[in-house]
């Protein structure tokens, strides 16, 4: 089973600010096979990005995702009041699926 | 507009039995591959079995294996989850999530849940 680690575990940061979160697995995720989701209090989680770099649809573009094998990286290049929520990475590329623990983004 | 409705939630005593059903619209839902993903109170996101758009591979999250089921029915556009033998640590918020593609297991769209409680 791949095991994500995602850091930091909060990340306290003002509006406007650059957000860098980070994953990385236990081993190489198979063709990248790597998504990213943002979920709100309350709220089911949203995906983000896919196959390691590619927006979902409807994504903003300051949402970008970088990163291979075992490190992946999830950047929001300037922080709007909506995007404080918690990141989820996941990867879909050997089974057992399987999800990091989470990075809260927070507002400083 | 894709739509995932989830059912079937409650509480259920342990080593109790439910099954959730999660109605799906606004796609072609035997092209796509399902999951199921849980979610305990306060806590993180958690796989717990998926199914191929076909219906002919299905995964399991080990905590769930030979407990769980997952079905679906394309004439129906229905997904289910048979959960057997449940446990306290099976209490949790289901989503259903639909994937990325026949064999795509990321989740583009996400039902809002239903909720299983485990207890006495």
């Known amino acids: 089973e791949i095991v994500l680690t995602q850091s930091p575990g909060t990340l306290s940061l003002s509006p406007g600010e650059r957000a860098t979160l980070s994953c990385r697995a236990s081993q190489s995720v198979s063709s990248n096979y790597l998504a990213w989701y943002q979920q709100k209090p309350g709220q089911a989680p949203r995906l983000l990005i896919y196959?390691?770099?590619s927006r979902a649809t409807g994504i903003p573009d300051r949402f970008s995702g970088s990163g291979s094998g075992t490190d992946f990286t999830l950047t929001i290049s300037r922080l709007e009041p909506e995007d404080f929520a918690v990141y989820y990475c996941?990867?879909?590329?050997?089974?057992?699926?399987?999800f990091g623990q989470g990075t809260k983004v927070e507002i400083k | 507009e894709v739509q995932l409705l989830e059912s079937g939630g409650g509480l259920v005593q342990p080593g109790g039995s439910l099954r959730l059903s999660c109605a799906a619209s606004?796609?072609?839902?035997?092209?796509?591959?399902m999951s199921w993903v849980r979610q305990a109170p306060g806590r993180g996101l958690e796989w717990v079995s998926s199914?191929?758009?076909?219906?002919?591979?299905?995964y399991y999250a080990g905590s769930v294996k030979g407990r769980f089921t997952i079905s679906r029915d394309n004439s129906k556009n229905t997904l289910y989850l048979q959960m057997n033998s449940l446990r306290a640590e099976d209490a949790a918020l289901y989503y259903c999530?639909?994937?990325?593609?026949?064999?795509?297991?990321?989740?583009?769209?996400w039902g809002q849940g239903t909720l299983v409680t485990v207890s006495s």
């Open positions: 196959g390691a770099s």
């Open positions: 199914i191929s758009g076909s219906g002919g591979s299905i």
């Open positions: 999530a639909k994937g990325g593609g026949q064999y795509l297991y990321y989740f583009d769209y």
């Open positions: 606004g796609f072609t839902f035997s092209s796509y591959a």
């Open positions: 996941q990867q879909y590329g050997s089974s057992p699926w399987t």
